[in-house]
């Protein structure tokens, strides 16, 4: 694979002296070439609000916030948070601390000021930067931590001043490719979120992947969905769009059925990259609203984030007239690694195949690869350019993951006879009734392709008898009542889609799934709830 690497390693911008730097990458190797003019950041705000930059705006923005940090004394290894919303301060303070030498880092702007601590103190963070508002949680904070020298307010008079009388010019530090450039904490799906750091050399296979998974041609405008305080958010909204010189569109408020499809209209998006959650919530919004928009400019779909129920798949197909492209990667591997690409037929509920530049496997617990159709742990061979480089102040978490070779991911899945992968579960979520295995995503999409049914998280409930009975938490559609009629449907449904085994014996209706923040089901919290346990880290749980 270092061959393959080795033959493209040319398609991103290195430094004379072979140093690298990712921010150079996304901005300033554009200097003096004709995309300097082009636009690079669209950004909307939740009032309607446009602002445009193009990438010499942003090239000169940013160095101005670098030269204000290397002032202020920030250097090169130098952890830099950024807790801000979905403003353009995020994407362009993120490329100004890479400059800089220093390790980004990002928090999501809803967490608590116990998430806060956590990340801060174990990152050793030096600097933060946030907003008058969101500065109270810091501040809150601030004496239990005693690495923490400044706060920066980016709509704070002061720092307006200042940065005024900042030069725009400012030579970007020439990092080694192993050099960190960002970390972050993963999504605490399953247990205390991990700070995961990677290198500079990773925008190599970011600049690579972003290319061939989401199709994007420098015609497209682009709009990734997720949040900076996620991986996606870093990856493929600041970094790898901006390495191919692609005009990305932000839409900084919340998820909205309307106003999202407003948005895909009004911009004439043609690359949309989004994530299950929210197309789950935009099917159960029916077609009647999505027919209302003229939303044709639309060329390429792509989800990321959770397995893509097949009936998302279906209905983008009917809707928008073509599918969402799934495709799996992890915070710890840094691009995406498996994927629907244009080149390969989509299988509803598949997560694709694995890049011709990846290894990946399905492997048993004696890491052995298994037949294809049979379910293991689904890892990849290492190493590759965009791989976590450490867990931050955790090796013995880091070393955990590789065994025998292989990078083990965590999650469970099969491969089939044509080379696709199908995600089963996160290895903690699979369940055994009766002797067999059943991954708790296939029995929730099964849900979900019923009528009456938004989305669904499903549980292992341990069972005397059978070792653990299935339980299914059903979200309705509005107006539907859940009563025990329904209850009765949904099993036969799922017995006849999946098999006789696989149905849920409970079932509860509820209002709303726990969810991260960043939209994934928290199966670990339905479970310790419905057996009464501690429910753990809840720093990423969505709000009620
Ligand atoms: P934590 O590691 O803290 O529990 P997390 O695993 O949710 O959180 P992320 O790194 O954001 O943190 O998410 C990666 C995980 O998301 C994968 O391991 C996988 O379980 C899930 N995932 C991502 N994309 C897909 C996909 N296309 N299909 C199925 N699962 C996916
Ligand atoms: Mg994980």
Request: include cysteine; glycine fraction near 8%.
């Given at each position: ?17 072979g140093s690298l730097n990712a921010a150079h990458n996304a901005l300033d190797k554009y200097k003096n070439t004709p995309i300097e003019q082009k636009s690079a950041l669209i950004y909307e705000s939740e009032s309607g609000d446009i602002q445009i930059f193009t990438f010499s705006d942003l090239i000169k923005i940013s160095n101005k916030i670098a030269n204000y940090l290397t002032r202020k004394g920030v250097m090169k290894g130098d952890r830099v948070f950024l807790f801000l919303p979905r403003i353009p301060e995020i994407y362009i303070s993120f490329l100004s601390i890479l400059k800089t030498g220093a390790i980004a880092g990002t928090m999501f702007s ?435």
């Amino acid at each position: 694979m270092d061959e393959f690497w080795q033959s493209i390693k040319n398609d991103v911008a290195w430094f004379e002296d072979g140093s690298l730097n990712a921010a150079h990458n996304a901005l300033d190797k554009y200097k003096n070439t004709p995309i300097e003019q082009k636009s690079a950041l669209i950004y909307e705000s939740e009032s309607g609000d446009i602002q445009i930059f193009t990438f010499s705006d942003l090239i000169k923005i940013s160095n101005k916030i670098a030269n204000y940090l290397t002032r202020k004394g920030v250097m090169k290894g130098d952890r830099v948070f950024l807790f801000l919303p979905r403003i353009p301060e995020i994407y362009i303070s993120f490329l100004s601390i890479l400059k800089t030498g220093a390790i980004a880092g990002t928090m999501f702007s809803a967490f608590g000021k116990d998430a806060l601590k956590d990340r801060l103190e174990n990152s050793e963070a030096k600097v933060v930067i946030t907003t008058k508002e969101l500065s109270e949680r810091i501040e809150a904070v601030k004496n239990e931590l005693p690495k923490l020298e400044k706060i920066i307010i980016v709509d704070s008079v002061d720092f307006k001043k200042e940065l005024e009388n900042e030069s725009d010019q400012f030579e970007v530090v020439h990092t080694e490719p192993e050099d960190y450039a960002f970390m972050l904490y993963t999504s605490g799906t399953t247990g205390k979120p991990k700070g995961i750091v990677h290198s500079h050399y990773g925008i190599l296979q970011q600049h690579q992947s972003a290319k061939v998974a989401l199709d994007l041609k420098s015609e497209d405008k682009y709009w990734c969905t997720a949040d900076p305080g996620w991986v996606t958010g870093i990856v493929y909204s600041i970094l790898s769009n901006w390495s191919l010189g692609i005009t990305t569109y932000i839409y900084g408020g919340r998820f909205d059925p309307e106003i999202w499809y407003k948005f895909l209209e009004k911009h004439k998006i043609t690359v949309w990259y989004s994530a299950p959650t929210a197309i789950r919530m935009l099917m159960a919004k029916g077609d009647d609203l999505v027919k209302k928009f003229d939303l044709t400019s639309l060329r390429y779909l792509a989800s990321v984030g959770e397995p893509l129920n097949p009936e998302a798949v279906i209905w983008s197909e009917k809707v928008f007239g073509k599918p969402f492209h799934d495709g799996w990667w992890q915070t710890e591997t840094g691009s995406i690694q498996i994927t629907n690409t244009p080149q390969i037929a989509v299988k509803p509920g598949s997560m694709g195949m694995p890049f011709p530049w990846v290894q990946a496997s399905i492997i048993d617990d004696d890491y052995n690869i298994v037949a294809d159709g049979k379910e293991g742990n689904l890892a990849l061979k290492y190493p590759w350019p965009s791989m976590m480089r450490t867990v931050w102040n955790n090796q013995e978490k880091y070393d955990s993951y590789f065994k025998d070779g292989w990078y083990i991911s965590g999650d469970r899945a099969k491969k089939d006879k044509d080379g696709y992968f199908w995600f089963i579960g996160r290895a903690d979520d699979v369940i055994k009734t009766s002797g067999e295995r059943i991954g708790p995503f296939e029995v929730e999409s099964a849900l979900v392709e019923h009528d009456s049914v938004v989305e669904a998280g499903v549980i292992g409930k341990p069972d005397e008898l059978r070792g653990e009975i299935i339980k299914a938490f059903v979200v309705l559609k509005p107006g539907i009542e859940g009563n025990d009629v329904l209850k009765e449907e949904l099993q036969q449904h799922v017995k006849k889609q999946l098999a006789g085994h696989a149905y849920p014996r409970e079932i509860e209706f509820i209002d709303k799934l726990p969810k991260t923040r960043s939209g994934k089901i928290m199966r670990r919290i339905l479970k310790a709830k419905e057996l009464g346990q501690p429910i753990g880290d809840t720093s990423t749980l969505e709000e009620y």
